[in-house]
């Protein structure tokens, strides 16, 4: 096993699984990811499963004979759980790591309550995006199901889903939406609660590897931005006459398109507040 992190986010997701908080694991592969997985013809594919917690997916497929299959995870005692369960899978294939810092180059990666366990932060979802992306060879997949909404407030907020139109906001720079519709098979305690999704990697993915506001556009940016601080508060911060007097998303988009020093501050304070 390659090992490499020791971070407080190691730190919190291990004190869920030692705690046994794992609300999430359900025991065995979802009928979402195995049905997919059944119709696979190339048992080689380079697979990586992120966030892959208790990896029932990757053991599904091991015993089906992928001989290709990756799992990560930051926390080091699901792995623990996985190896104990499948000495025959490759040591060398399991990931004791922060994704985020996964090098590798993948056919298909398979997500499934991954995306929903970040913080629901605008700069974290854009780097899933572009991680997810640069982790796949040209025209290589992320398949797997995504939660539609924020579910609960138990598990301190988590699953952080996001809507439809979310998902396809944060991936379409990158991915062909080949797939992006509630699961007709979900398991029964996530009936109409996901989506199935297949995401295929542009050949020439839009990346602005340094731009954190990449596929963010400047209405998402002012109406995030109004939904945290509130008008009258944006007016403080950021001193124009549009926040002020009669404000609104149209006149003020119109003023920021004109006014490059007001579009500079303005996305200059989304960036302080949504990055982490
Ligand atoms: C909600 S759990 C899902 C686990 C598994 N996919 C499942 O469905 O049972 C999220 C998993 O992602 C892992 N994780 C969270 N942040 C991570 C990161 N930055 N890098 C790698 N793994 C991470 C956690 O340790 C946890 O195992």
Same mark, same amino acid.
């Given at each position: 096993m390659?090992?490499e992190t020791?971070?407080?986010?190691?730190?919190?997701?291990?004190q869920?699984?030692q705690e046994?908080?794992?609300?999430w694991d359900?025991g065995?592969?979802?009928?979402p990811m195995?049905?997919?997985?059944?119709?696979l013809?190339?048992?080689?594919?380079?697979?990586?499963?992120?966030?892959?917690?208790?990896?029932?997916e990757?053991e599904?497929?091991h015993k089906r004979g992928f001989?290709?299959?990756?799992?990560?995870?930051? /926390?080091?005692? &699901?792995? $623990?759980?996985f190896?104990?369960r499948?000495?025959s899978f490759?040591?060398a294939?399991?990931?004791? %790591?922060n994704?985020?810092?996964?090098k590798?180059?993948?056919d298909l990666i398979l997500e499934?309550?991954?995306?929903?366990?970040?913080?629901?932060?605008?700069?974290?979802?854009?780097?899933y995006?572009?991680?997810?992306a640069s982790l796949?060879?040209?025209?290589?997949?992320l398949?797997?199901?995504l939660?539609?909404?924020?579910a609960?407030?138990?598990?301190e907020?988590?699953?952080?889903?996001?809507?439809?139109?979310e998902?396809?906001?944060?991936?379409k720079?990158?991915f062909?939406?080949q797939?992006l519709?509630?699961?007709?098979? /979900?398991?029964q &305690?996530? $009936?109409?609660?996901?989506?199935f999704?297949?995401f295929?990697?542009?050949?020439?993915p839009?990346? %602005?590897?340094n731009n954190?506001?990449h596929?963010?556009?400047?209405?998402?940016?002012?109406?995030?931005?109004?939904d945290?601080?509130?008008?009258e508060e944006?007016?403080d911060?950021?001193r124009?006459n549009?926040?002020?007097s009669?404000?609104?998303?149209?006149s003020?988009l119109?003023f920021?398109?004109r006014?490059?020093?007001?579009?500079?501050?303005v996305?200059?304070?989304?960036?302080h507040t949504?990055?982490k």
């Amino acid at each position: 096993m390659s090992k490499e992190t020791n971070t407080s986010e190691e730190a919190y997701w291990t004190q869920r699984y030692q705690e046994a908080l794992t609300g999430w694991d359900v025991g065995a592969a979802t009928t979402p990811m195995t049905e997919y997985a059944d119709q696979l013809k190339d048992k080689s594919l380079r697979i990586l499963i992120p966030g892959a917690g208790n990896a029932y997916e990757a053991e599904y497929l091991h015993k089906r004979g992928f001989s290709n299959v990756h799992i990560l995870d930051v /926390s080091e005692i &699901p792995l $623990e759980n996985f190896k104990q369960r499948n000495p025959s899978f490759p040591e060398a294939h399991i990931h004791h %790591q922060n994704f985020f810092k996964h090098k590798g180059t993948y056919d298909l990666i398979l997500e499934q309550t991954f995306f929903c366990s970040f913080e629901p932060d605008q700069m974290t979802r854009v780097k899933y995006a572009t991680k997810m992306a640069s982790l796949l060879a040209p025209t290589g997949k992320l398949v797997g199901v995504l939660f539609k909404e924020s579910a609960t407030k138990e598990n301190e907020g988590r699953p952080y889903g996001a809507t439809e139109t979310e998902y396809r906001r944060y991936l379409k720079p990158y991915f062909n939406i080949q797939v992006l519709e509630t699961a007709y098979n /979900s398991i029964q &305690p996530r $009936e109409g609660s996901e989506l199935f999704g297949i995401f295929q990697k542009k050949e020439k993915p839009k990346v %602005q590897k340094n731009n954190p506001l990449h596929g963010i556009t400047l209405k998402t940016i002012l109406e995030e931005l109004v939904d945290k601080y509130g008008w009258e508060e944006l007016g403080d911060r950021v001193r124009i006459n549009s926040f002020v007097s009669n404000p609104s998303i149209n006149s003020s988009l119109k003023f920021l398109r004109r006014t490059p020093w007001a579009r500079e501050k303005v996305e200059q304070l989304y960036i302080h507040t949504f990055k982490k």
